[in-house]
């Protein structure tokens, strides 16, 4: 039998892959959201609207994963977690709720003047998603007040500089993943439109995440310390290098879905590098990961829903890919 102290990490890895996938699936479509905004060939909006709508609603479902996940198995850190950020957490479920209306009900606007302003939205609902989530992982890895079992902060942590700038980089990260997306997924101006601008995010995206691993590191010495580990930075660096290497020379091989994978790649390194700087705490200062945990009983009954769920949402995004895989067409919208 496992012990207590396996389950909890189990439980761990569970949340975090969860967390993970709904980060580089919807992630991706936000990014689609927020380039379409700014585009203004009509054929070309509806194209892009085209690549996400069928697979964006299955990508929110490891947004569920991650906050039930949260609650069931680890409840203190929900407890602290949640009044925290009351705000960004509302902020983005209404986005969202926003972003869906406006990807759905497009094509029913009766002109083009009212689906602009649809596409408006729906550019809007993306940033304020992104960024949103984006001040909540600046915030948690800043750190909350908290006395161990309940939080003892202002609920105004979140709008220190650290983690508004979390949320611009996800915002940007995000678009550089909506670039890649579309190059695959497209063909034409739109394609190469889509290939120049992923080159340019990409560059702004690398900048500023070393930016952040930086700041990062100065916030607490346990993070320089980790970040600064010769088995942490070393491999670290070396997966930047070849992801870097592999986004640039994927533009030169006839696999276009290569820099989209290249990015992904960096983002989850770079969600490994958190992770590998905050543990064993799952709320800075110092709730860990087994200060926080449910019973074992909860842990072990939560573990096989996710055994169960994890396949069947991965087997299930993987079909609807599958299924609605190939080029998009730009046609009259």
């Known amino acids: 039998m496992l012990g207590n102290d396996w389950i909890t990490l189990l439980s761990a890895a569970a949340l975090a892959f969860s967390v993970l996938n709904y980060v580089l699936l919807d992630g991706t479509d936000l990014?689609?959201?927020?380039?379409?905004?700014?585009?203004?060939?009509?054929k070309?909006?509806?194209a892009m609207a085209v690549?996400?709508?069928?697979?964006?609603d299955a990508n929110e479902t490891w947004l569920v994963l991650g906050g039930g996940g949260l609650l069931a198995l680890f409840p203190m850190a929900y407890?602290?977690?949640l009044?925290?950020?009351?705000l960004p957490f509302i902020v983005m479920f209404l986005a969202l709720i926003l972003r869906a209306v406006a990807l759905e009900f497009r094509d029913y606007a009766p002109d083009q003047t009212i689906k602009r302003?649809?596409?408006g939205l729906l550019m809007c609902g993306s940033?304020?998603?992104g960024g949103s989530q984006g001040i909540v992982l600046g915030t948690l890895v800043q750190g909350l007040p908290n006395n161990g079992v309940q939080y003892t902060g202002n609920g105004l942590e979140w709008l220190n500089m650290f983690p508004l700038f979390c949320g611009a980089v996800l915002v940007v990260g995000y678009t550089w993943l909506g670039a890649c997306w579309l190059y695959w997924r497209t063909e034409e101006e739109l394609q190469q439109r889509s290939k120049r601008l992923a080159k340019r995010l990409a560059v702004v995206t690398i900048v500023l995440l070393v930016v952040l691993v930086a700041w990062t590191a100065k916030?607490?010495?346990r993070y320089a310390r980790r970040l600064c580990d010769t088995l942490i930075w070393l491999p670290g660096a070396a997966l930047f290098i070849s992801l870097s290497v592999g986004f640039i020379m994927g533009w030169r091989s006839r696999q276009e879905y290569l820099p989209l994978f290249a990015a992904l790649g960096i983002f989850v390194l770079a969600f490994a590098m958190m992770i590998a700087a905050l543990y064993p705490m799952i709320i800075p200062p110092n709730l860990t990961l087994q200060a926080a945990a449910s019973s074992r009983v909860s842990q072990m009954f939560m573990l096989v829903g996710f055994a169960v769920l994890i396949p069947v949402t991965l087997i299930y995004n993987t079909y609807g890919f599958k299924v609605f895989s190939g080029k998009v067409h730009p046609v009259r919208d």
């Not at 009044?83 to 009351?86: K, S």
């Open 117 to 119: 302003c649809i596409d």
């Open 127 to 129: 940033l304020l998603v």
């Open 83 to 86: 009044p925290a950020l009351y």
């Open 79 to 81: 407890a602290i977690l």
């Open 51 to 56: 690549t996400i709508l069928p697979i964006w």
């Open 44 to 46: 070309q909006r509806r």
């Open 219 to 221: 916030l607490d010495v």
């Open 31 to 42: 990014g689609v959201g927020v380039l379409l905004g700014l585009t203004r060939c009509s």
